[in-house]
């Protein structure tokens, strides 16, 4: 009997159904105030897709340090992560070069209860548009280069020829 106390007990712990042991529930952020920063790709020749990062540090009105966040950027929605340090989350995504067009791109963040709004609304076909985001975020993408319009070895091999036609007319002009 005691054997199936404890055990009750411990299942109960490993659930979270514990006090104080289960997950926190995300906190509300009224007034929120950000600071950005993005990094986008600029070599298209070193990697396979372009990739986004946008980090925030966060700070609430209300010194709420536990926000659950979501982002969506053109319709689509990626989780946002919380960093080691108060305050600062992430979020990233990637896509292909050409898909990946040049220009400002907007992160909109959204807190659980207007997430949840944004999905039920994308769920019954509805105007996402009325749907206010927590706050927003411009990145600008400047594309990525590609590399050259010629290649190097193209174009080595071309001046080559120029030179070679060049020395064998001076050849044929100095010989007549």
Known sequence: MVRAGIALLLAAAALGGARGTGPRPSETCPEPTIVPSYYTTADAVISSESVFVVE???????GAQNVALYADVNGKQFPVTRGQDVGRYQVSWSMEHKAARS???EVKFF???????LRKAQRNNEDVSAIRALFTVSVDHRGAWTGPWVSTEVLAAA??????YLALSAKGSIQA
Do not use: P
């Open 111 to 117: 807190d659980e209860e207007s997430y949840s709004a």
């Open 103 to 105: 220009g400002t791109y």
């Open 159 to 164: 001046i080559g020829l120029l030179v070679y």
């Open 56 to 62: 925030i540090a966060l700070t609430c009105r209300n």
